[in-house]
């Protein structure tokens, strides 16, 4: 029997489409069970875009309350535990028999084992955040098993669970792409496009149009041509995807961005490097985001952006029109559920190849180190701090903020950094400053808030390490935490307490270091950053009888605030 050939083509060509449509066959289907026992709605995607990385897992929504079982979606042994104020607050890491790992963070606790194991390292490591390794077998799971229980830990902006899966390579994968299922019968949504004339070291030309939508179809208002006065221009959009039963504005699936049908590129949601997460600065705007909060995605990929989830770039994803004709330029939003949002408009060029004039002679090429110096402050970039060259200049100012050094305008706030670099600032009249350990530099944000950067005396100058541009100066920090008892007082009777809690707060550096005894042994002492909240949690080391207790918060210059109080407990 012969096989007709037409038809043995076909069967190829389908074959070979439906696994570049999505790449979840390499991956074990239905082996992880979900983590949770209640309906899943999810308040993050995987792939999502946050503030310097790309969103690692699925957020899991917990019903607005802390406190849900989490539940071990396969077999496996616990092979990492992590407590920290900040990140991922109490943390659980998985390793599984078929070499995948599963991550769940912002946990409230641990089960009855886990718990007696991380409380018995914090007193044995005398402080609060710790992270231990269990040899493999020590801490065996089965499916099903209750790890911990949901909560609020670390940098968590609401209750809920991020749970993650790895691979060998402690590579993020989307969890969707092993089955499991998340209702989604919603489109992709577009809400502002940006069409960007490309100009060497100058991102700034550009114009907006704001979108409407029509289910699968997006639409620019006013629907004339648009007209660029460049030959050169890349394209970008401002939108979200929204699964059943939310209304978080969670990341796109895949994003493509096309010229007359000839695909520019093309990013996709499958999995994320840690080692490439801060490059999600060179894929959005950033000066928009710095400014605006809004992220737009953008087809330009620059020189130094290294983002495997970035394919399929031409030209650097810049589009060239050698005619005046108008031509289509396309944007397709993808979410896992297979629900395309396409956008369609024309452009036309009036212009020509012009690039905008040099200011000055600073060019700072992404690829040296670049150097820059002046009598107020100096600044040494290293190779691969930028995503592409730049145009740089920076000057310096009489500061209304300090008097301590001048104001140095360094460069543009909203150019992003992958790399830290050095600067250091001229400190004025360092003899007449009896303790130069309290010195430290600030930066401004684009509000002209104050932020905290730290630093170091040597020599009449302040030294840091920084990964932003913006004004920078010195000041100074002699004021200590600020440390008010919420639910103790001198002689209390705290028999009935759970805890007993404190607000600090710190008007500059920042708390670095706590730490609270009984009779001068060392207790546990509890932070939640979010909250100001330092606690300690009742325990059998608190004896019946009269005691001291003793709480103390540093700041990052070393200003110390200490309490005392003697407590009863019958």
Known sequence: MRLNTKIFFTIILLTFSVGKLRSQDTYPQDYFKLPM???????????ELRSNHFHTGLDIKTQGVVGKQILAPADGYISRIKVSPWGYGNALYITHPNGYMTVYAHLNNYNDELSKLIK?????????????FPKKGSINIKQGDIIGYTGNSGSSGGPHLHFEIRNAKQEPINPLLFGIKVNDNKYPEMKKLRIYSYYKYDNSIYQTF?????????????????????????????????????????????????????????????????????YINSFIDY??????????????????????????????????????????VKIMAYDFAGQISTLEVYIKSIGGDKHKE?????????????????????????????YSNQEFYAKSEDSKYSKYSQLCNIYKIGVPLHKHYKLKIKLNKPNEIANKSKLCI?????????????????????????RSFGKYYIDIDTIAPILTAKNIYNNKNITKQHAISFKVTDNLSGIKSYKASIDGEWVLLEYDPKRNHLYYVIDDRFKAGKHKFK???????????TLDYTLIRN
């Open 551 to 561: 709480i103390t918060a540093t700041d990052d210059r070393s200003n110390k605030t």
């Open 287 to 328: 000066n928009a985001y710095k400014t605006t909060k809004q992220r737009f995605q953008r087809s330009y990929k620059e020189e130094n952006a290294k983002l495997s989830n970035i394919t399929d770039v031409v030209n650097n994803g810049i589009m060239h029109l050698t005619d005046n004709k108008a031509h289509k």
């Open 210 to 278: 704001s979108l409407y939508q029509k289910n699968a179809k997006v639409y620019k208002k006013y629907n004339d041509t648009i007209i660029i006065t460049s030959n050169q221009f890349y394209p970008a959009v401002e939108g979200y995807d929204r699964f059943d039963g939310a209304n978080n504005k969670n990341g796109y699936y895949k994003l493509e961005f096309y010229l007359d049908d000839s695909l520019y590129s093309k990013f996709t949601a499958d999995k994320v490097n840690f080692n490439e997460k801060r």
């Open 358 to 386: 040099i200011l000055n002679a600073n060019i700072f090429e992404w690829n040296h180190e670049n150097i820059y110096k002046t009598s107020d402050f100096e600044l040494i970039l290293p190779k691969n701090a930028f």
């Open 37 to 47: 026992d209640i309906p899943i709605i999810l308040s993050g995607s995987f792939g």
């Open 442 to 466: 600030i930066s401004l944000n684009n509000m002209n808030q104050i932020i905290y950067e730290g630093g170091s005396y040597s020599d009449g100058w302040i030294n840091i390490k920084t």
């Open 120 to 132: 018995q390292a914090q007193y044995n490591q005398k402080k609060f955040a710790v992270e231990i």
